[in-house]
Nanobody
């Protein structure tokens, strides 16, 4: 079955960095777009960054452009989110996501999330 397992969250001071990882299994990882979303308390889940199956194209939310970098290693079935110059407003639970063709329908799969807290 499809599994997405995030890691790398934690508490960091403003201006600091973290690298999130998402280990995928149960599907052909190299065939699918991978995304990072986040959800802050009291807010809707929002798309942070996405990367195509080959890694050739990426997209970012305006709020993280120039600070976050999404990448993937298809040999390791892992997608990463490098987060630099973190701000308190980046505090959220970060989720790994992919929409996968599952028999006859597209299905969204999510990891369990990893907490990122930016605070002094």
């Amino acid at each position: 079955q499809v599994q997405l397992v995030e890691s790398g969250g934690g508490l960091v001071q403003p201006g600091g960095s973290l690298r999130l990882s998402c280990a995928a299994s149960g599907f052909t990882f190299s065939s699918y777009v991978m995304n990072w979303y986040r959800q802050a308390p009291g807010k809707e889940r929002e798309l942070v960054a996405g990367i195509t199956n080959t890694g050739g194209r990426t997209n970012y939310a305006d709020s993280v452009k120039g600070r976050f970098t999404i990448s993937r290693d298809n040999a390791k079935n892992t997608v990463y989110l490098q987060m630099n110059n973190l701000k308190p407003e980046d505090t959220a639970v970060y989720y790994c996501n992919s929409r996968i063709w599952n028999s006859r329908i597209w299905t969204d799969y999510w990891g369990q999330g990893t907490q990122v807290t930016v605070s002094s």
